[in-house]
């Protein structure tokens, strides 16, 4: 297996006013490609919704079913009216193409040309312009390296700053630029979406004159994760748990009392708390030797989760634990900026301390938490492993 993989992040902000993005990404994923569609409805509001939302649906599910390019492109063709106003299509439109993690194939319509930074320099990328259906789009085909960054958008971006900062907008030169800067210090490919928009947002006064989008690709090697959460059902299975955890390859978390006390028996290693109370309402963390990170269970992943669903959202609370050194912020920096494949070991005993009818802690909370996190992790393009005990 190839050692790489495409760490894909996006964001949308909305014409100002309008309820509707008219902008849409759609990514499907099967076992050795994904396709990601960005697509522009013409206008903003409803009508553009629909339309990008229609196109990217459109040319995502052809695409993943292995039908060809041109047959996507025409059947779009086909589809999409033209506007009988402007005399432009109702929809323009990226495509990458992600084949083995090895090389993408870019296909643009319309939209700003994709911006391609290797080695931390922006780079051209050669272009063939082809017809399909009277439309003039480019195809391009990149052997993919790790660290490459593909940043693709909406034409919001280079409109973003029309007469208030910038007379003519911010150029893709510009933008290219402004990323360039960024590609060295490592962000995620959603940190490195959001910050984009975010600017453009700045430059619109926060009043955006079009739906704005970016999307960003990030090639990179493959990080393992574990994280073991509750003892086993049956104490006889402690060390089957133990063993299988440890030796996984990558990054060990566990969390939770009773679990960390059993991992440091297993490895006969003290398990030595921590007496900061970094964040008045996460519990402290603790330390064994030859594990990464010890926390709490239940009140800390709970927090995880929050911070997860918001970074797959409005990515509004990244401040909070980009920089936290409590355990919730901990793992989601392991979780969200690290890793890529993450592996949960839960075990499904019944904690005595949980069922004082007093405590809104349950058993089944524990199990979604479980669910929901690696949900959300899904979304965020992890590739996820639970084995329950």
Not at 47 to 62: C, D, E, F, G, R
Not at 298 to 310: C, G, M
Not at 358 to 382: D, H, Y
């Amino acid at each position: 297996m190839n050692n790489l993989c495409a760490d894909i992040g996006f964001k949308s902000i909305n014409h100002a006013g309008e309820q509707l993005c008219g902008d849409h990404i759609d990514i499907v994923e099967n076992d050795d490609s994904t396709v990601i569609v960005l697509a522009d409805g013409l206008g903003s509001g409803v009508k553009a919704s629909i339309l990008s939302t229609l196109t990217s649906k459109i040319i995502s599910t052809m695409l993943a079913a292995g039908l060809p390019l041109e047959d996507c492109v025409s059947t779009i063709a086909g589809t999409l009216p033209i506007c009988s106003v402007r005399g432009v299509a109702y929809s323009t439109f990226t495509i990458i193409h992600i084949i083995n993690n090895e090389t993408a194939v870019l296909i643009q319509y319309d939209n700003p040309l994709s911006i391609l930074i290797r080695n931390e320099k922006v780079c051209d990328y050669p272009r063939t312009e082809m017809n399909i259906g009277g439309k003039k789009i480019y195809r391009s085909e990149i052997r993919l390296q790790e660290n490459d960054l593909i940043i693709s958008m909406s034409d919001g971006c280079p409109h973003a700053g029309i007469g208030l900062a910038y007379n003519f907008g911010w150029k893709r030169e510009d933008i290219a630029a402004f990323m360039e800067m960024l590609a060295p210090v490592g962000y995620t490919a959603k940190t490195l979406s959001t910050i984009l928009v975010d600017e453009c947002d700045n430059l619109y006064g926060h009043e955006p004159g079009d739906d704005t989008t970016a999307c960003v690709v990030r090639i990179r090697r493959r990080v393992p994760m574990n994280i073991l959460f509750g003892p086993p059902s049956n104490k006889d299975d402690c060390d089957r748990m133990m063993s299988l955890f440890f030796s996984k390859e990558g990054k060990h978390i566990i969390c939770g009392g009773t679990t960390s006390t059993i991992a440091s028996q297993w490895l006969k290693k003290p398990l030595v708390a921590s007496l900061s109370f970094e964040h008045s309402d996460v519990p402290p963390i603790a330390t064994i030797e030859g594990v990464d990170l010890v926390t709490e269970g239940v009140i800390t992943v709970n927090r995880v989760l929050e911070y997860a669903k918001d970074h797959i959202g409005e990515n509004l609370l990244y401040e909070k634990w980009s920089h936290g050194r409590d355990g919730a912020s901990l793992i989601s920096r392991m979780l969200f900026e690290e890793a890529t494949d993450i592996n949960f070991y839960v075990g499904r005993a019944i904690n005595p301390a949980h069922q004082n009818p007093e405590l809104p802690i349950n058993f089944n909370i524990k199990m979604n938490l479980v669910q929901e996190l690696s949900k959300a992790l899904g979304e965020m393009g992890k590739h996820i492993k639970v084995s329950y005990f």
